[in-house]
């Protein structure tokens, strides 16, 4: 069996006890782990979306940049 295969096999397996973990706990203990979840999630879409922003500030920068230079060539050429 290659590595691949058995860290695989271990997510899996801490998956399933994760679950029966969760399943076996308190409905407050459960709210908690949701609670955990929902705020990872709203950070990494925080995240993503100012990954997102801060991409698209470059993209403008380099587009006037471009813009630019081409009005300097045209104006070199004239």
């Known amino acids: 069996m290659g ?4 860290g695989l096999l271990a997510l899996l397996g801490l998956g399933a006890l994760a679950y029966w973990k969760y ?3 308190t409905p ?3 709210q908690a782990v949701k609670d955990k979840i929902n705020t990872a999630k709203d950070n990494f879409n925080k995240w993503g979306n100012d990954l997102k922003s801060k991409a698209n ?3 403008s920068q380099v587009q006037d ?5 081409k009005n300097k060539a ?4 004239k």
């Not at 940049?65 to 230079?69: A, T």
């Not at 045209?74 to 050429?77: F, I, K, M, P």
Request: aromatic share 0%.
């Open 3 to 6: 590595n691949k295969t058995k």
């Open 23 to 25: 399943k076996k706990s």
């Open 28 to 30: 407050e203990e459960q």
């Open 57 to 59: 500030d470059v993209a």
């Open 65 to 69: 940049k471009v813009d630019e230079v």
């Open 74 to 77: 045209q104006e070199s050429v």
